[in-house]
């Protein structure tokens, strides 16, 4: 018997792993809300797929991310069955250079904007919905930063080892309060997604890190198109 398309709501679908999950969904016929900032751009590649498009900034204040999910959840009939939150913000720089003042915590906050605050708004403004319709799926995309640690990698995994336990937290609840909504975390590793090439660093200015910052920023340059992780294989696993 034929199946009812599920409609999915993905957040970071620029590129990466948020574009081919688009594309995949489109293709075996599902409903799809792809969102990403400045839509209108980033997001024109996607059109041909016949995705809904909706710019969405998921770093934005909680009253504009509770209006765009009002907004999508209105673009379909039966409203949103899975809710991806794949956009992500990659950090890079060693601690006492990511806590001093140059920095002024601006690089820190913004990525446990995007990487935690984000994905809990969003899932906070879709809950009671998802309640009310009785079932759903919430799928949050950690990576391994969630449970392992790296040198240089301060910001990024903190903001994975804060999402995961808030997820955890979560989960725990919903067992007891709407046992048939689902959450799910991902924890990818190296996968070839552009991720290496859109990393975000952040001011280096002590001379004692400087030769370790360049064999960084060698390594994971050397890196790009090169991870062991393919889309496709993650798709089939």
Not at 75 to 95: E, H, M, R
Not at 112 to 126: M, Q, S
Not at 171 to 194: C, G
């Amino acid at each position: 018997m034929p199946t009812t398309p599920q409609t999915w709501l993905i957040t970071g679908c620029s590129s990466g792993f948020g574009e081919f999950f688009v594309r995949q969904l489109r293709a075996q016929g599902d409903n799809v809300i792809a969102t990403g900032r400045n839509a209108a751009t980033k997001l024109a590649h996607l059109k041909d797929t016949g995705a809904s498009i909706l710019d969405l900034d998921v770093a934005a204040p909680v009253p504009e991310i509770e209006a765009k999910m009002a907004e999508a959840w209105g673009l379909y009939p039966n409203g949103t069955d899975v809710v991806v939150n794949n956009a992500g913000y990659i950090l890079s720089g060693v601690f006492e250079e990511l806590t001093s003042r140059k920095s002024r915590e601006q690089d820190m906050l913004a990525c446990f904007k995007t990487n935690f605050h984000g994905p809990l708004n969003i899932t906070r403004a879709l809950l009671p919905r998802l309640r009310a319709k009785g079932k759903g799926t919430m799928l949050f995309m950690s990576s391994q930063a969630g449970f392992h640690a790296d040198a240089n990698a301060t910001g990024y995994v903190a903001t994975k080892h804060a999402l995961e336990g808030a997820v955890e937290c979560r989960s725990k609840e919903l067992a007891i309060f709407a046992p048939d909504i689902k959450v799910l975390l991902v924890e990818p590793s190296y996968f070839r997604t552009r991720a290496f090439g859109n990393i975000n660093r952040v001011p280096q200015h002590i001379t004692l890190y400087a030769e370790f910052n360049k064999a960084v920023f060698d390594a994971v340059t050397s890196a790009v198109a090169k991870e062991p992780g393919t889309r496709t294989r993650r798709s089939r696993s």
